[in-house]
């Protein structure tokens, strides 16, 4: 088995699929009885090793769709597997909508949630803040379905554990009713961008940018609720758009720079030339995912929102320094403080810096020096990314690790979900 970018590859010793609630606590009762360990994958966008396993890997891929809908307050219930592509549009179906997501659609919610994917919005929280129930079979075969009156500290464990403390198996979320964004794209100045910072983020609800790295030129995406029909883009020019230009292109370019590495400036500045404005209104879960078909490595990190200026400009004056040969844009968000165990935006409203090299190309230096810089700043990385923290630090980072750890440690006593990988970052 792999993910996605193919950097993590394992040999599980098997492979189950259940379709059922019990099925799930059959398994989990055959592993604590022959002393066998279990890792869920969702849909392997984690770029860490948070899947692999050489004993029992689980997938939920037969556990999908809606199970219930609380019209009175519009709440879904929906089985943990189902992907965010599918939740999307079955969401639809009812005139819902999630409060906001990644731009990645290929991830199961449980996956999503577990792992802290988020998406762009400093008034708006990660997608775990969505989930106001879970439901989950523990390592000694127990249900427990956890909210914020039941039980409230585990819960807040349960919305991003990363599958350390029993199988996820339902989710409830709390969605809206269905609505339409406008996403406008802009080819802008860096400069302009910091220095108009936060009326940007004031109004607009959703913000973010990519850095094309060795230029001034930035591209903006700015997502906002209209009360306008959706624009209907056609297959032949929506292929030009997404598969071509963000896609096929972007391939070409980072084939360039990976077979010369010192192409890196001009490439470059080449890709800064296809920015371009554009303006697109589509329901709010199309608007959210983009295809990415160019593989690549990544790194995220999470920053206190009020040194993010400041990170930025030492991490431009670094990238021009270091001259990294590296090409691929940085993709900049923004997202609102939760009160999530685990969150990398525990207690603080955030910005989120990902680092892409394209696959094949290396990528040590440049993650250890950026990596440095954010921790710097007191950065959290993000659970599904590269990064090389471990326990020690995010105890001197987040308050209620040690809170976490406890939790985890009454849910699965005989370590049923812990791999090698878990080990090694919790310190187990």
Same mark, same amino acid.
């Given at each position: 088995?792999?993910?996605?970018?193919?950097?993590?590859?394992?040999?599980?010793?098997?492979?189950?699929?259940?379709?059922?609630?019990?099925?799930?606590?059959? =398994?989990?009762?055959?592993?604590?009885?022959?002393?066998?360990?279990?890792?869920? +994958?969702?849909? !392997?966008?984690?770029?860490?090793?948070?899947?692999?396993? &050489?004993?029992?890997?689980?997938?939920?891929?037969?556990?999908? *769709?809606?199970?219930?809908?609380?019209?009175?307050?519009?709440?879904?219930?929906?089985?943990?597997?189902? %992907?965010?592509?599918?939740?999307?549009?079955?969401?639809?179906?009812? *005139?819902?909508?999630?409060?906001?997501?990644?731009?990645?659609?290929?991830?199961?919610?449980?996956?999503?949630?577990?792992?802290?994917?988020?998406?762009? *919005?400093?008034?708006?929280?990660?997608?775990?803040?969505?989930?106001?129930?879970?439901?989950?079979?523990?390592?000694? !075969?127990?249900?427990?379905?956890?909210?914020?009156?039941?039980?409230? +500290?585990?819960?807040?464990?349960?919305?991003?554990?990363?599958?350390?403390? !029993?199988?996820?198996?339902?989710?409830? +979320?709390? @969605?809206? %009713?269905?609505?339409? $964004?406008?996403?406008?794209?802009?080819?802008?100045?860096?400069?302009?961008?910091?220095?108009?910072?936060? %009326?940007?983020?004031?109004? &607009?609800?959703?913000?973010?940018?990519?850095? =094309?790295?060795?230029?001034?030129?930035?591209?903006?995406?700015?997502?906002?609720?209209?009360?306008?029909?959706?624009?209907?883009?056609?297959?032949?020019?929506?292929?030009?758009?997404?598969?071509?230009?963000?896609?096929?292109? $972007?391939?070409?370019? @980072?084939?360039?720079?990976?077979?010369?590495?010192?192409?890196?400036?001009?490439?470059?500045?080449?890709?800064?030339?296809? $920015?371009s404005d554009e303006r697109k209104v589509q329901k709010s879960h199309k608007v959210f995912s983009t295809v990415?078909?160019?593989?690549?490595?990544?790194?995220?990190?999470?920053?206190?929102?009020?040194?993010?200026?400041?990170?930025?400009?030492?991490?431009?004056?670094?990238?021009? %320094?270091?001259?990294?040969?590296?090409?691929?844009?940085?993709?900049?968000?923004?997202?609102?403080?939760?009160?999530?165990?685990?969150?990398?935006?525990?207690?603080?409203?955030?910005?989120?810096?990902?680092?892409?090299?394209?696959?094949?190309?290396?990528?040590?230096?440049?993650?250890?020096?950026?990596?440095?810089?954010?921790?710097?700043?007191? *950065?959290?990385?993000?659970?599904?990314?590269?990064?090389?923290?471990?326990?020690?630090?995010?105890?001197?980072?987040?308050?209620?690790?040690?809170?976490?750890?406890?939790?985890?440690?009454?849910?699965?006593?005989?370590?049923?979900?812990?791999?090698?990988? +878990?080990?090694?970052?919790?310190?187990?």
């Open positions: 088995m792999k993910n996605w970018s193919e950097n993590v590859i394992w040999n599980p010793e098997t492979i189950r699929l259940p379709k059922t609630e019990q099925e799930v606590r059959d =398994i989990i009762l055959e592993a604590k009885k022959n002393n066998k360990t279990i890792r869920v +994958i969702g849909s !392997g966008h984690s770029f860490t090793q948070l899947c692999e396993t &050489n004993q029992i890997t689980v997938s939920l891929d037969e556990m999908q *769709g809606i199970i219930a809908h609380d019209k009175a307050n519009d709440y879904v219930t929906v089985h943990a597997g189902t %992907k965010l592509y599918r939740l999307g549009d079955e969401l639809a179906s009812i *005139g819902l909508s999630q409060e906001n997501l990644g731009d990645i659609n290929k991830q199961s919610i449980a996956g999503a949630v577990s792992t802290g994917t988020h998406g762009t *919005g400093l008034g708006l929280g990660s997608i775990a803040t969505q989930i106001v129930e879970i439901t989950l079979i523990d390592g000694n !075969g127990d249900k427990q379905i956890l909210n914020s009156e039941n039980n409230p +500290i585990a819960f807040r464990a349960a919305q991003l554990s990363l599958g350390t403390l !029993g199988i996820v198996t339902e989710v409830k +979320i709390r @969605c809206k %009713k269905s609505y339409n $964004l406008a996403l406008d794209m802009r080819k802008e100045r860096l400069e302009d961008v910091l220095q108009n910072l936060e %009326k940007i983020n004031r109004d &607009n609800r959703h913000f973010e940018f990519y850095l =094309i790295p060795m230029t001034p030129w930035v591209q903006t995406r700015y997502s906002n609720i209209v009360n306008e029909d959706a624009t209907y883009t056609s297959k032949f020019n929506a292929f030009i758009n997404d598969i071509v230009l963000e896609n096929w292109a $972007l391939q070409l370019l @980072c084939e360039i720079n990976r077979l010369f590495p010192k192409s890196a400036k001009s490439v470059s500045k080449t890709l800064s030339r296809f $920015l990415r078909n160019v593989k690549f490595m990544e790194m995220e990190y999470n920053i206190p929102y009020i040194h993010y200026k400041e990170v930025v400009n030492e991490m431009v004056k670094m990238i021009e %320094k270091n001259n990294y040969q590296v090409s691929f844009p940085l993709e900049h968000r923004f997202v609102q403080q939760d009160d999530i165990l685990l969150s990398p935006a525990y207690g603080r409203d955030s910005a989120y810096i990902a680092c892409h090299v394209y696959k094949g190309m290396p990528y040590e230096r440049y993650f250890k020096d950026l990596e440095s810089l954010f921790t710097s700043f007191d *950065g959290r990385p993000h659970w599904g990314k590269m990064h090389t923290r471990t326990a020690s630090y995010y105890r001197k980072t987040l308050k209620e690790f040690d809170t976490f750890m406890d939790i985890r440690e009454q849910n699965d006593p005989n370590q049923i979900f812990v791999s090698p990988y +878990i080990r090694k970052l919790l310190e187990l």
